[in-house]
């Protein structure tokens, strides 16, 4: 089966896009279409994509690490290019129709990508271009970055195992059908705050066009600090806050299961 660029364009709703990054928004998913046309029509499926951009995002970081302007660019411009992918997979699932019981997982192992591959090698980058940083600091570059990466991940496996713990009770108590994510919709919510400066500040956002000014300024350190920062303190604030929600809803959770 052909299938046609309005196809493409028009599986896209509104509300879908409008919970997109900005940059996202005005350049990426244009971006995607035409990408879309081609690996579609080649036959491509969404996890196939997911797969891809898996494959790209290391490729990318290895380039970042090379200590040469043009392997750099190179790097930039892949992890780049991996956020299009990152919206293709997506375009095609939503064009197909098709439901892929597997599809997040794949999406998710090559979006976790950028938060440990990626945020390593911009220290890494970072180290080789740098001259803020006195040379014999510069090493604290990459241990900083390193703990940046670890901080990130760790924080997205609370999440996840927090959502996965609480849907798991919600099942016991009988109650899945009320489980929502009505939250992140809500735009005075600190979820759908949280969310928008997550996506419009991180990988999908401000990460990707500062890559490039970062590159062609010698500005890696600044850019690898603002996000060790950013995602440390992000750790510790999703960290804190999950256990309190957590102890909060064993209270409630143990009330319901005894009839309390």
Not at 13 to 31: E, M
Not at 114 to 129: C, H, K, V
Not at 152 to 159: D, F, K, P, Q, T
């Amino acid at each position: 089966m052909k299938y046609t660029m309005h196809d493409i364009t028009s599986s896209l709703t509104k509300k879908k896009n409008s919970r997109s990054s900005l940059w996202v928004q005005l350049w990426v998913r244009k971006a995607s279409f035409p990408v879309t046309y081609c690996f579609i029509n080649a036959g491509w499926s969404a996890n196939q994509v997911s797969v891809l951009s898996w494959i790209l995002i290391f490729v990318a970081a290895v380039c970042l690490c090379i200590n040469n302007f043009w392997w750099m660019l190179t790097g930039v411009i892949l992890t780049n290019f991996w956020l299009v992918l990152d919206c293709v997979d997506g375009n095609i699932a939503r064009v197909k129709k098709v439901k892929t019981f597997m599809g997040d997982f794949f999406d998710a192992v090559a979006g976790y990508g950028p938060f440990s591959f990626t945020t390593l090698a911009l220290g890494i980058a970072a180290y080789n271009t740098s001259f803020f940083v006195p040379e014999e600091y510069k090493t604290w570059i990459i241990v900083v970055a390193g703990f940046a990466a670890m901080c990130n991940l760790y924080m997205r496996l609370v999440h996840q195992k927090y959502l996965n713990c609480y849907f798991a009770a919600e099942n016991i108590l009988g109650e899945s059908d009320k489980v929502t994510l009505k939250d992140t919709e809500d735009k005075k919510s600190f979820a759908y705050i949280r969310e928008q400066i997550d996506k419009n500040l991180g990988v999908s956002g401000l990460f990707m066009p500062w890559l490039f000014v970062a590159l062609f300024t010698n500005t890696f350190d600044i850019m690898i600090a603002f996000y060790s920062v950013y995602y440390i303190l992000s750790f510790l604030a999703i960290c804190v806050l999950y256990c309190k929600n957590a102890s909060a809803f064993e209270k409630e959770a143990q009330g319901k299961l005894h009839g309390k």
